[in-house]
């Protein structure tokens, strides 16, 4: 069993698209960050994130800021560049989604656990990582 878990903020306002087959996907932005270790700064990776269904009624509440853990399976997307080179995202095929907490709008000005920060965009429509590569091990 393939399972892929992701807690974080939503990018930009989730959009509904119709298949031709008649059904329809909501596909989303989700971005969690980690503090790299020694370090005040922060890694931010981005996943890209499709829910499939006949009734979209949740998109609305997928909105920009909105902090969501989506639970679903992996899948490994390709595309082409435009300079011809074939590149694979991460993408998560989301069975599940738990509202949680406040949106980083929302969070209040006197929390202490964490600096509010604003989340990068990705450059590229594709992209799921923004930031250096970081190898020292697991975050649990």
């Not at 503090?35 to 949740?58: G, H």
Request: negative net charge; glycine residues 8%; proline residues 6%.
């Amino acid at each position: 069993m393939r399972k892929l878990i992701i807690a974080g903020y939503i990018g930009a306002d989730a959009q509904v698209a119709d298949l031709p087959s008649g059904t329809q996907v909501i596909n989303f932005n989700v971005a969690v960050s980690e503090k790299i270790k020694d370090s005040q700064e922060y890694k931010t990776t981005w996943f890209r994130c499709a829910r499939f269904a006949n009734n979209v009624s949740i998109a609305p509440y997928l909105k920009k800021g909105t902090y969501v853990i989506v639970e679903g399976k992996p899948d490994i997307e390709t595309y082409v560049d435009q300079q011809g080179v074939t590149k694979a995202n991460l993408k998560c095929i989301v069975s599940e989604i738990h509202f949680g907490g406040n949106s980083k709008n929302e969070e209040s000005a006197n929390s202490t656990s964490e600096p509010k920060r604003e989340y990068p965009q990705s450059n590229q429509p594709n992209s799921f990582v923004d930031g250096p590569d970081e190898s020292d091990g697991l975050p649990f």
